[in-house]
């Protein structure tokens, strides 16, 4: 039986809803559209931060500017309280290294899965070091991540590092529709491609295979 992580997500908020103290949020996140409805969802519950860990992403050119619409947007957003945002410099060493032997695959497959786990699990470092109370991700927003892997390695880590995990599936009730509508609020940049050189590579070819027909 699948988990319902959306519901897991509620059950959560409903045992801190009504704290007086708001517990705090290590929020990795993957850019500015898909930050949109989860920072919209969940900034009445938690004192979060953001954190844009993704060495993924290549060139740097992409990097740095997914990461100022990432500030931009916490800036113009009517948030009801405050976020911060931490972030890594560029660097894709660490990606290249997990990605050995996993040029060719398409998007989806064990690359994604080890992508994922490379960046979940420098978040729950990082939240332990720091002292938070929770991490999650935004990518279980995508339609095109696969959101049992993320909250099975969140799980995982939890336990690893002794950290509570947000589970959650935020395309959930609208979640990507409702992205998808800020977006166009706040006229933000929607990249064609997951960030990685080879997603790059593979959105080419759908363009180039589009423009033939």
């Known amino acids: 039986m699948q988990n319902n992580y959306s519901k897991m997500t509620e059950e959560i908020i409903e045992k801190i809803k009504d704290c007086n103290k708001k ?25 979060i931060t953001l954190y844009y860990y993704n060495p993924n992403i290549s060139p740097e050119s992409e990097y740095l500017f997914r990461l100022s619409e990432l500030k931009r947007l916490t800036k113009e957003m009517p948030l009801s309280r405050a976020v911060k945002i931490l972030y890594e410099p560029y660097g894709e060493s660490e990606f290249l290294n997990i990605s050995k032997g996993l040029e060719n695959l398409p ?49 995982e880590l939890s336990e690893k590092y002794g950290i509570e995990y947000l589970f959650s599936d935020f395309k959930k009730k609208n979640g990507y529709k409702r992205s998808i509508e800020l977006s166009a609020v706040y006229n933000l940049y929607r990249q064609d491609y997951c960030g990685c050189v080879y997603s790059k590579e593979q959105a080419q070819i759908r363009r180039l295979e589009k423009n033939d027909k």
Not at 23 to 47: D, G, R, W
Not at 119 to 148: C, H, M, V, W
Request: glycine share 6%.
């Open 107 to 155: 998007e989806g497959g064990a690359r994604c899965k080890k992508c994922y786990r490379l960046r979940l699990e420098q978040t729950a470092k990082i939240s332990k070091e720091k002292g938070f109370d929770f991490f999650t991700t935004t990518l279980s927003i995508s339609p095109y991540k696969n959101a049992n892997w993320l909250n099975e390695i969140g799980k």
């Open 23 to 47: 517990p705090s949020l290590l929020l990795h996140v993957c850019c500015a559209p898909c930050s949109s409805y989860v920072l919209e969802y969940l900034n009445e519950y938690f004192e």
